[in-house]
T-cell receptor
Framework: AQSVTQPDIHITVSEGASLELRCNYS??????LFWYVQSPGQGLQLLLK??????LVQGIKGFEAEFKRSQSSFNLRKPSVHWSDAAEYFC?????????????FGQGTELSVKP | DTEVTQTPKHLVMGMTNKKSLKCEQH?????MYWYKQKAKKPPELMFV???????INESVPSRFSPECPNSSLLNLHLHALQPEDSALYLC??????????????FGPGTRLTVL
């Protein structure tokens, strides 16, 4: 069965420090991959996506993610975290050949930023 | 216009009430989605509409009744809900190309409380 694992439930980093959020997926082929961010009480905002091509993907707000096929991973990174980055982050995958538009989400990683 | 709007922002209802949630997008997207999200959890897919037709119902109880009056609008009619139905209800939309999937754009959600 397809699944997405975000091993870290909660991460705390200092403002200005670098950040890496982990995401591993289980799927027979390379799926579509996404990272979404959700501030408290808000909807989800797409940070970046990977469909094919260059395995290093640039997103909004200074985020990037690297797809590693050999590790079935799609980790999210940011070189310098800002206090406004505190939020919940969801990794999601979708089958390469659309199964009706389903997204499979990881359980999420809550990011706290300390001054 | 690149956003999905949802009304109302907050809704409190009794178990015998009938209410509706509304979602609107003007991006020309032909796939629209309803998700339910409990606190500290990822969104759970409820329904998918493709070209105004219901294509996925994730075994949602009949007290939730979706409706897609036209390509821009999606409603969720609520009747005889239970307190455990209290959650954030998210709407999303995406382009719909047969056999492919592109990213979903989410609305800000409706915070529903059932008393």
């Amino acid at each position: 069965a397809q699944s997405v694992t975000q091993p870290d439930i909660h991460i705390t980093v200092s403002e200005g420090a670098s950040l890496e959020l982990r995401c591993n997926y289980s799927y027979g082929a390379t799926p579509y991959l996404f990272w979404y961010v959700q501030s408290p009480g808000q909807g989800l905002q797409l940070l970046l996506k990977y469909f094919s091509g260059d395995t290093l993907v640039q997103g909004i707000k200074g985020f990037e993610a690297e797809f590693k096929r050999s590790q079935s991973s799609f980790n999210l990174r940011k070189p310098s975290v800002h206090w406004s980055d505190a939020a919940e982050y969801f990794c999601a995958v979708a089958p390469l050949y659309n199964q009706g538009g389903k997204l499979i989400f990881g359980q999420g990683t809550e990011l706290s930023v300390k001054p | 216009d690149t956003e999905v709007t949802q009304t109302p922002k907050h809704l409190v209802m009794g178990m015998t009430n009938k209410k509706s949630l509304k979602c609107e997008q003007h991006m020309g997207h032909r796939a629209m989605y309803w998700y339910k999200q409990k606190a500290k959890k990822p969104p759970e897919l409820m329904f998918v509409y493709s070209y105004e037709k219901l294509s996925i119902n994730e075994s949602v109880p009949s007290r939730f009744s979706p409706e897609c009056p036209n390509s821009s609008l999606l409603n969720l009619h609520l009747h005889a809900l239970q307190p455990e139905d209290s959650a954030l209800y998210l709407c999303a939309s995406s382009q719909k190309n047969p056999g492919t999937l592109v990213e979903q754009f989410f609305g800000p959600g409706t915070r529903l409380t059932v008393l």
